[in-house]
């Protein structure tokens, strides 16, 4: 069974930086490709950014806008999300994803999801 914990929500104002942690917990000697996804109230879920498990290769989606970063610590199944320069269009719950095969923007590829942590960005 794989579980994976998101923490480092909470509130910050317009302006304000957050990072987020993900930590995947599953059989012994699994690395997993991971990624990042955020659904705000009455939206469709949305990609954020992603890492390979070989930490090769990264994506950011367009609105990050050099704003966000992802990073990973592969030995520990862990990624992060630096969150810098927040808009008040950053609100949205975030969900981490992992997957021992698919590396990419899609969500529905992702086998496992943490239950989310909310970011709120206030004015």
């Known amino acids: 069974q794989v579980q994976l914990i998101e923490s480092g929500g909470g509130l910050a104002q317009v302006g304000g930086s957050l990072r987020l942690s993900c930590v995947a917990s599953?059989?012994?000697?699994?690395?997993?490709?991971m990624g990042w996804f955020r659904q705000a109230p009455g939206k469709e879920r949305e990609f954020v950014a992603a890492v390979s498990r070989t930490n090769v290769w990264t994506n950011h989606k367009d609105f990050v806008n050099d704003r966000f970063a992802i990073s990973e610590d592969s030995g520990h199944n862990t990624i992060y999300l630096q969150m810098n320069s927040l808009q008040l269009g950053d609100t949205a719950k975030y969900f981490c994803a992992a997957d021992e095969n698919y590396a990419g923007t899609l969500g529905q590829r992702y086998t496992y999801w943490g239950q989310g942590t909310q970011v709120t960005v206030s004015a």
């Open positions: 599953g059989p012994a000697n699994t690395r997993y490709n």
